[in-house]
């Protein structure tokens, strides 16, 4: 591939060397012509990524208010937006939840969607139709899950106490109590991820030669011993990825929790993500908003770069 | 029970139909999964059918369906799911328009700083979309851009279109550079090339990214809660969340709204499926 091309197009230096080109003036409108084609998408993510994120530490650093949009004044304040943040009561509080809410959803969607992908692996009748249908909930808008949940996790008529009534359990508080939000909220986040965490592992799997589980086989390896010893080895890199990406993802979550909670309640369900919001568009204080989102994507990049790491690493194998 | 299965079938002589029907109760557990997994979209469209929901008289199985809620979610909602599909729909056309020839461009020139975009795009995929939201309603308000089509579009555009250019840049990588070669003999320029012969070729990955854009944009509840603020242009999203952010007194018409706003994405992927196949997974990995 690049052998053909490096001679007519690519590299305009050794192409030069090798064969001198008769029209050289039209060199620069040539590169210029090629760059048409990136530069509106250059432009779309200077205007709608590089500006917000530059914007977005600028403002951490002014007393950016309502007020600010009639008077146009934001005074620089130094650090003041994120010694308030860092100081309040609620950071902690967000913090720790956040974390909690991360690792929960990622630990058990990871558990569940591999556990499932071992199960559909075993061909058995109606398997892949099985597979395919658990790929139904993507169909519906975040938000639209969130309604869906918040319906059944009702306190006096939701179909899951409705369902526990049946065994005598008494009707549960799942999302008006502050110690058992944070736990119903995780839940329906994990419901939300298994789909995608089984499919991207089934195809993982899918991807283990036959023959190691068979050579296995003959050296008495089978069961758990071949998954450890043949499965997960092979899997590792998919795993990687669907684990690191599930945390940045999860990092990012508000539809989920604003729908069913709000943050609530008395904050039990608010993470950084929600937080930044209710600062910037409830509380009017973006400024503050703008520190708390600037901790959120220091976290994010940290995962970032950790994935690209692991990806690149792929790509060089 | 995994390593008994894998023993017992290794030593059970090989007959087809013998293992099929061992099978059996694998499909049974497999079914049994699959409606836990499954059951919140059943309640979803158990509920939007039946009259009183809201006290306890939600029924396991609509009996007596009704269609009363949805002509509340048509009356309340209709509108917004019109909004949607206005913003969605131009999104897609937005997003494509940008993506497809970037996508190329990062495909086949090799120019200085190509690897520093596609890493730059790479990166967006992990910026939270409230870092973005926070500082666009400033921006938004300077230029007056809020509570408007257009600057919903271009925001969920802007979203969507790092996704887009990897998806197809993907498939485009992958297109012999002969073909064009060869119609770069014949006269043609560098966009003439793209759009008469690159386009065509890559309707699949197109197609595929254009989904995933439009779901995203349907999807798309943080951008519309933050940059529009009144009645005037308001997505369905926004229409369920300001339903929530009540005290739901009949979940009929809310669950008729969300089954309302699930059915383009399941349309869409129905007729597009198979576009799809291994575009979907490549790019997600990727």
Redesign the interface.
């Known amino acids: ?1 690049t052998s ?2 490096a001679d ?4 305009p230096g050794r192409a030069i060397g090798r064969a001198p080109h008769p029209r050289r003036k039209t060199h620069f409108a040539r ?1 210029a ?6 530069a ?3 432009l ?2 200077a ?3 590089g ?3 530059v ?2 530490v600028m ?1 951490s650093l002014e007393k ?1 208010t309502t007020a ?2 009639y008077t146009g004044e934001a005074p620089w304040v130094g650090i003041a937006n994120y010694a308030s943040v860092i100081g309040s009561s609620l950071f902690s509080t967000t913090v720790i939840n956040t974390a909690l809410f991360t690792i929960g959803s990622i630990v058990a969607q990871f558990i569940l969607g591999l556990g ?1 992908a071992l ?2 692996k ?6 892949g139709f ?1 597979r395919s ?2 790929l ?17 996790l ?1 306190q ?2 939701g ?1 899951l106490n ?1 369902f526990l009534g049946l065994f005598g359990v008494p009707h549960t508080p799942w999302l008006v109590s502050p110690s058992l939000a944070l736990v119903a909220v995780i839940g329906v986040n994990i ?1 939300l991820g ?3 965490n089984t ?2 592992l089934y ?1 993982g799997l899918q991807a283990v030669p036959e023959e190691l589980y068979e050579a296995a ?1 003959l050296d008495g390896a ?3 011993k ?2 450890w010893s043949i499965t997960w080895p092979s899997i590792r890199s ?1 795993v990687s ?1 669907v684990i690191v990406l599930g945390v ?1 993802y999860t ?2 979550v ?2 989920i929790i ?3 909670t ?1 943050g609530g309640p008395a904050n039990s369900t608010q993470t950084l ?1 929600t937080w ?2 209710q600062k ?2 409830v509380q009017f204080e ?1 400024g503050q ?2 520190a708390v ?2 901790v ?2 220091v976290v ?2 940290v ?2 770069m950790v ?2 790491y692991i ?1 690149r690493k792929e790509v060089d194998e | 029970m ?2 008994q299965a ?2 017992v079938g ?1 030593m059970a002589p090989r007959r087809p139909r013998d293992r ?1 029907a061992r ?2 109760p ?2 049974i ?3 049994i ?2 409606v836990i ?5 059943y ?2 469209i158990n ?1 939007s059918l039946q009259a009183n929901t ?5 029924t396991w199985f609509p009996l007596q369906p009704t269609f009363a809620g949805y002509q509340t979610a048509f009356a309340q909602q209709g509108q917004n799911l019109i909004t949607s599909l206005i913003v969605s729909l131009s999104t897609v056309v937005l997003t494509i ?3 497809a ?2 996508a ?3 495909a ?4 200085r700083g ?1 690897v520093v ?1 596609v ?21 938004f ?1 300077d230029v007056g851009l809020l509570n408007t089509y257009i600057g919903l579009i ?2 969920d ?3 969507q ?2 996704f887009a ?1 990897l998806l197809i840049r993907a498939f485009m990588s992958s297109i ?3 073909l064009v ?1 060869a119609a ?1 003999v014949d006269g043609a ?3 003439r090339a ?1 759009v008469s012969i690159v386009v065509p070729i890559s309707k699949n990955a197109i197609i595929t990214a254009a989904l995933f854009t439009f779901l995203g944009a ?2 798309d ?2 951008f519309a ?2 940059l529009t603020t009144g009645a005037d242009v308001r997505p369905v ?1 926004l229409g ?2 300001n ?3 009540g005290n ?1 007194q009949a ?1 009929g018409p ?2 008729a ?2 089954v309302l ?2 059915i383009p ?2 349309v869409l ?1 129905i007729l597009a499926q198979r576009y799809i196949a291994a575009g979907a ?1 490549g790019g ?3």
């Open positions: 591939m053909v091309n007519i197009s690519q590299a590169t012509a090629r760059w048409m084609f990136v509106p998408a250059i779309f993510v205007i709608f990524f500006y917000p994120i914007k977005n403002m950016y600010t949009f499932l199960f559909f075993r061909n058995f009748p109606l398997s099985l249908l658990l139904l909930p993507w169909l519906l808008p975040l938000i639209a899950s969130s309604a869906v949940w918040k319906w059944i009702d006096d008529s179909a409705q419901w298994i789909p995608f499919t991207i195809s086989s089978t069961g758990w071949a998954f998919v990825v940045v990092l990012k508000v539809d604003l729908g069913l709000g993500a930044a919001y910037s568009f973006f908003g703008a989102s600037n959120l994507i994010s990049l995962f970032a994935y690209l990806t | 995994t390593t894998m023993a290794r099929a099978k059996i694998m499909t557990l497999g079914v999964f699959l997994m499954i059951f919140p979209v309640w979803m509920s809201g006290a306890a008289t939600t328009i940008i993506a020839p970037a190329y461009g990062l086949r020139f090799r120019m190509i975009f890493f730059v795009l790479l990166i967006t995929q992990m910026i939270p979309t409230i870092v973005i939201a926070n500082a666009l309603y400033t921006l308000n271009l925001a555009s802007a979203a279109i790092p250019i012999p550079q002969s070669e770069l320029n560098n966009f793209f349907w999807g509840f943080l809660l933050t999203t369920i969340y339903y929530l952010s739901v979940w809310v669950m709204t969300a706003a699930s994405a399941g992927l997974l997600a990995v990727k």
